[in-house]
């Protein structure tokens, strides 16, 4: 079975401040791991995934998580944040025995302040 | 190019009443799949269809049912509703599974009074 562990239910920064969003999953088969990013009355938007090669993915817009396999960690990272980031983050994991499910974490909300 | 489309976005259905809900995936894609998101449980899987079969399920009572048409638009349907089915609804669409990446819809917030 796979399950997914978010650390942090909420997490305020300053704007302009470092974020780290931390995920943890769970799995005895081979994985693939996102992040998938959610704004008020809105779907998932993918924000990341790693499905193989190298273990630090970035998006377009300054996010990136590094797949740790010993630590079975996918944490996400900003340098820099600014309001528009302020929403809500889901960590999932699928993988090749899961068909084409996602499990998701209980997600964690972040609120940039100015 | 347009994005997954699901109708209704509100809905407001009684205790014991069914629903359907719809979704409309890109141009393309063939695989569907539905979730339940709720504050206490968060997101779950419902299922996936392919090419108009069902080919994964979620731990769901057999209330929830859907399918899949040969223009690969889904229905979802939820049969004798219950309060506990007040959820946000969400679609997403892929060419084929998650290695092609999915799209989520906005979703079909349901409410059950």
């Known amino acids: 079975a796979q399950s997914v562990t978010q650390l942090d239910s909420q997490v305020p920064v300053f704007e302009e401040a470092p974020v780290e969003l931390r995920c943890n999953y769970s799995?005895?088969?081979?994985?693939?791991l996102f992040w998938y990013v959610q704004y008020p009355n809105q779907g998932l938007q993918l924000l990341l995934k790693?499905?193989?090669?190298?273990?630090l993915v970035e998006s377009i817009n300054g996010f990136e998580a590094e797949f740790n396999k010993s630590q079975t960690s996918f944490h996400l990272r900003k340098p820099s944040v600014h309001i528009s980031d302020t929403a809500e983050y889901f960590c999932?994991?699928?993988?090749?025995?899961?068909?084409?499910?996602?499990?998701f974490g209980t997600g964690t909300s972040l609120t940039v302040i100015p | 190019k347009a994005g997954v489309t699901q109708t209704p976005r509100y809905l407001i259905k009684t205790r014991g009443q069914q629903v359907t809900l719809s979704c409309s995936p890109i141009?393309?894609?063939?695989?569907v799949s539905w979730y339940q998101q709720t504050p206490g449980q968060g997101l779950q899987f419902l299922f996936e269809?392919?090419?108009?079969?069902?080919?994964n399920k979620g731990n769901f009572p057999g209330r929830f049912s859907g399918r899949q048409f040969s223009n690969s638009r889904s229905e979802m349907n939820v049969s004798t509703l219950e309060l506990g089915d007040s959820a946000l609804y969400l679609c997403?669409?892929?060419?084929?599974?998650?290695?092609?990446?999915?799209?989520f819809g906005s979703g079909t917030r349901l409410t059950v009074v």
């Open positions: 997403a669409s892929s060419v084929d599974g998650f290695l092609y990446g999915y799209t």
């Open positions: 799995s005895s088969v081979s994985v693939y």
């Open positions: 790693y499905l193989s090669g190298s273990t």
């Open positions: 999932a994991v699928s993988g090749t025995n899961t068909g084409n499910q996602f499990y």
């Open positions: 141009s393309g894609h063939r695989s």
């Open positions: 269809y392919f090419s108009e079969t069902q080919r």
